[in-house]
């Protein structure tokens, strides 16, 4: 088997320092950008919401429109949860992405032996199904006007600063805990299961595994991850509103994925950075510009790229191996 | 009783639009198992070409020809260029790429026309109301039910009376045996999908006044389009009439009697169909 045909082992053999990059360069953006720190707490909830994509779209071959339902549940359980329960953080946000989690694994029992174009009709009606309830449940959910949520402390210890230092380090934190449990899952034999259930459901069947319990289980798992992205935000902007549940995530995930390369959690890293730094600048010249420029990115990737900006990395690495080679010998 | 018949002429109207508009891609995605979320900017199209030539002057159903027409030949194109790589790839590979040409489409309309609704007024003398006996009627709606009934019995003749048809069908429930016994499926293929397109621009044409035309056309009714074809079953032209009716008449009918309930009570249906039959109602042989 070539590497290129499984990233997980080719992510392997990358030596463990390359890990480190990403989480030095989200540290250093901390004390080098001020000013900039609420915009690189959106892309951290966007890596964190792509990633859980990652999960359920990449590795386990789940086709999904919906996942704006679990992120936007995340963000009202959250705001809820701040508003009449208790306002503490972190407290909020385990309690956001557990309700997410049981949310997606009803939701995910009940659809997931379906495929193809009918999975995707469901996973797109439910999200519809939820925002069109979160909109006419006005004295829950604040319909159009959304929620203003006040924070507590982060665990009784750090106010959320108005330039958002605060809030930056602790969607980091967030992110690195969830990067670490999907890195487990992955590399499980749970994970190596997901991998052969998308290539063929059959075989998988035929070999023992009960793909439909592993497909709810990884549903489930994406989907609280997504909470948690949807959680996140709602904290670190301290608003919820509508738009949280708008088909548009759904979608603005899958490009996202796409654009970093799917199956390798890395790839959301890029592909999100590149999102939101794309949208914000090109939003600042014409609000419709970024759709124009995402759907491109999207119709070009999928012609020209399949493997996403990862394997343009790849192929970069694979070039100076040898070129090092012709030059030792 | 006679809110009744309203409610059923009404939905009727909408559901042949929804038919007009949707029986091309049921179709398409039976017979290449290719997904396309963009099959509504080809309805966008064909209303747009429509609403500019008439805002020019130009008659109305001169316009709704050349809007047919131009969304036929831009169905084709964007076989050749952007399908025909896709039927290799995966699913995933084929949902990407149509959502980026429906974010495409809405970021060109909105540069060249705003996001205001395009505004495709019908002809003077369809305008009118007519009397039902009971009460005064929209003309127009019933012209619209009458031209979705023709349209669907033509079609109707062309896939079981025709040799193309007979072709079509095949191919639809084995494509791979269709090939062996010498069936140029490809073809059949493109001579369909130029068709599908042109079918959803007369429909975007015609039933602008019940889908108004604005950039967001193609995402708004996505979902619509697409429950008709999973709930009628890939290929099926039987299933894509029976769930554009149903949908039109119980959509209508939902949101005239219990408008507070109306969208759970619609999802909530397709979700029990779905769940009961994941193919659809009428699947196509091969699907199994």
């Known amino acids: ?329 | 009783m006679q809110t009744a018949v309203v409610i059923l002429l009404d939905g009727l109207a909408y559901g042949m639009v929804l038919f007009i508009i949707s029986v091309g891609l049921t179709v398409t995605m039976g017979l290449m198992r290719v997904v396309n979320l963009a099959h509504g900017a080809f309805a966008m199209a064909g209303g747009y070409v429509a609403a500019v030539l008439v805002g020019a002057g130009m008659p109305f159903f001169a316009a709704l020809a050349v809007g047919t027409v131009a969304a036929g030949l831009l169905g084709g194109l964007s076989e050749i260029v952007i399908f025909r790589p896709l039927y290799r790839k995966g699913e995933l590979a084929q949902v990407l790429m149509t959502f980026g040409m429906v974010f495409v489409t809405i970021a060109g309309l909105t540069f060249f026309f705003g996001t205001d609704i395009k505004r495709l007024p019908t002809p003077d003398y369809l305008s009118g109301l007519v009397d039902l006996g009971f009460r005064m009627y929209p003309a127009y709606r019933l012209f619209l039910i009458a031209v979705g009934a023709l349209l669907a019995i033509g079609l109707w003749y062309l896939i079981e009376g025709s040799l193309y048809g007979a072709r079509l069908r095949a191919a639809v429930d084995n494509p791979r045996m269709a090939r062996a016994v010498g069936i140029d499926v490809n073809r059949l293929f493109t001579i369909t999908f130029i068709g599908g397109c042109a079918l959803a621009g007369f429909g975007g044409i015609i039933g602008a006044d019940m889908l108004p035309l604005e950039p967001f056309y193609a995402l708004r009714y996505l979902v619509p389009f697409l429950v008709i074809v999973a709930v009628g079953g890939n290929g099926s032209f039987k299933g894509s009439f029976v769930a554009a009716i149903t949908l039109g008449v119980l959509d209508t009918a939902g949101k005239f009697l219990v408008p507070g309930i109306a969208p759970y009570l619609f999802f909530g249906l397709v979700f029990i169909i779905l769940l009961l039959r994941p193919h659809g109602l009428w699947p196509a042989k091969g699907a199994g």
């Open chain 1, 1 to 329: 088997m070539k590497p290129a045909d499984n990233p997980a082992l080719a992510d392997d053999r990358v030596s463990p320092l390359w890990h480190a990059v990403p989480w030095l360069l989200a540290i250093a953006f901390y004390f080098m950008a001020a000013g900039y720190h609420s915009l690189g707490t959106s892309i951290l909830v966007y890596i964190l919401l792509t990633l859980s994509l990652d999960l359920a779209l990449g590795y386990a071959g789940i086709i999904t429109l919906g996942h704006a339902a679990f992120f936007g549940f995340g963000a009202y359980a959250a705001a809820l949860f701040a508003i009449h329960v208790y306002s503490e953080p972190v407290t909020g946000i385990i309690v956001a992405t557990v309700a997410t989690g049981i949310f997606a694994a009803l939701t995910g029992m009940l659809i997931l032996h379906t495929q193809g174009v009918t999975l995707l009709m469901l996973t797109l009606a439910i999200s519809i199904l939820l925002a069109e309830w979160a909109n006419r449940a006005h004295t829950i959910t604040g319909g159009e006007d959304g929620l203003r949520v006040t924070m507590g402390y982060v665990l009784g210890l750090f106010r959320f600063d108005l330039w958002g230092r605060v809030a930056y380090l602790y969607a980091l934190a967030v992110l690195f805990v969830w990067f670490l449990a999907a890195w487990s899952i992955v590399h499980s034999p749970f994970g190596r299961s997901l991998d052969g259930i998308r290539q063929s459901p059959a075989r998988m069947r035929a070999i023992g595994t009960p793909v439909w319990w592993r497909l709810v289980a990884i549903y489930a798992l994406s989907g609280a991850m997504a909470g948690t992205a949807g959680a996140l935000s709602a904290q670190t902007t301290r608003f919820v509103g509508l738009n949280t549940l708008h088909v548009l995530i759904s979608g603005i995930a899958v490009v996202m994925l796409v654009l970093g390369g799917t199956k390798r959690l890395y790839g959301a890293f890029i592909g999100a950075t590149i999102y939101v730094v794309v949208q914000d600048i090109a939003a600042k010249i014409n609000p419709f510009y970024w759709m124009f420029v995402i759907g491109g990115l999207l119709m070009a990737t999928v012609m020209f790229l399949e493997g996403g900006l990862m394997e343009v990395l790849d192929i970069v690495r694979r070039r100076f191996r040898q070129l090092f080679a012709r030059v030792k010998s």
